[in-house]
């Protein structure tokens, strides 16, 4: 399986899983990534952290730590 982290820009790819447990994965969930949803990796920073991305309509900036933890395809 793919992780957010290796997608690459402009790629639009579909949340399979959030790998985490507890609070991480609480946190990733209340930021709208959840299973089934699409996202499109909009751009990644020079030294490849934080990673922006389209989600739900909105941009969202993400850790590279926080983006290994969710599967897409």
Same mark, same amino acid.
């Given at each position: ?10 790629t639009? +790819?579909? !949340?399979?899983? +959030?790998?985490? @447990? $507890? ?8 930021? $709208?990534? @959840?299973?089934? @949803? &699409? %996202? !499109? !990796?909009?751009? +990644?920073a #020079? %030294?490849? =952290? #934080? *990673? &922006? *991305? @389209? +989600?739900?309509?909105?941009? %969202?900036?993400?850790?590279?730590? =926080?983006?290994? %933890? *969710? &599967?897409?395809?």
């Open positions: 399986m793919q992780t957010l982290r290796e997608s690459k820009v402009g639009k +790819v579909r !949340v399979v899983k +959030v790998g985490s @447990t $507890g609070s991480m994965k609480r946190r990733i969930m209340e930021m $709208g990534i @959840t299973k089934g @949803t &699409e %996202l !499109v !990796v909009r751009k +990644v #020079p %030294l490849g =952290d #934080p *990673i &922006e *991305i @389209t +989600v739900r309509g909105y941009e %969202l900036s993400i850790r590279k730590a =926080d983006a290994e %933890l *969710i &599967e897409v395809e």
